[in-house]
């Protein structure tokens, strides 16, 4: 099987959707024959066919040679402009009594151990940031904290769907830095 990664590059015509094969990067709608994967979020629209074509197109992409160096390629946010940032909050136990300890607060109890449901939180999309670019802190907050995550792209619309077939939706992942102003995310008791 071929390996490959999906980015979303800088083009001379603006961004667009691209399949990495040893260390090149392609067009992505050239690479599948599909005009209409310009983006990674034409890609994701069109996520049950355009599973099938990645493999053929990962294949056949060395075979073209109309590729780039990644070494000399703008990588963007590999999904720029996501439909939503889904977060799930305090779902690590040693995450929650870390953040305890900084906050100066007694440790909530593990949700799944009292019978709660874990919670969630949506992040604005246009909180992303393009690949090694500085981040400017807010000014209003003295608390700032980062934490890499781990991030599921999902490829199609999902809706109460079993743990048993959840990573039949998923596209691929992805690594983030999330930053939070820890002093303005207390929760009301």
């Not at 305090?90 to 305890?100: I, K, L, Q, R, V």
């Not at 939706?169 to 939070?180: F, H, I, W």
């Amino acid at each position: 099987m071929s390996q490959y990664k999906l980015v979303t590059y800088q083009s001379p015509q603006g961004p667009r959707a691209g399949l990495v094969v040893d260390e090149t990067v392609f067009d992505l709608a050239a690479a599948t024959g599909r005009a209409a994967y310009v983006s990674m979020l034409d890609v994701l629209r069109d996520w049950d066919d355009a599973k099938g074509l990645l493999h053929d197109a990962a294949t056949g992409a060395a075979k073209k040679g109309q590729g780039r160096p990644l070494s000399n390629t703008k990588l963007l946010p590999p999904v720029p402009t996501p439909a939503g940032i889904f977060c799930a909050g305090a779902n690590f136990t040693d995450h929650m009594m870390e953040m305890a300890k900084v906050q100066n607060i007694a440790p909530e109890p593990d949700p799944k151990s009292v019978g709660l449901k874990p919670w969630h939180f949506i992040k604005a999309s246009r909180t992303i940031a393009d690949p090694g670019k500085t981040v400017a802190l807010p000014t209003y907050s003295k608390m700032v904290d980062w934490e890499a995550e781990l991030t599921a792209v999902i490829g199609r619309p999902a809706r109460n769907v079993s743990i048993e077939s959840a990573l039949d939706y998923v596209a691929g992942y992805t690594v983030a830095n999330d930053l939070s102003a820890r002093d303005f995310t207390k929760r009301p008791r």
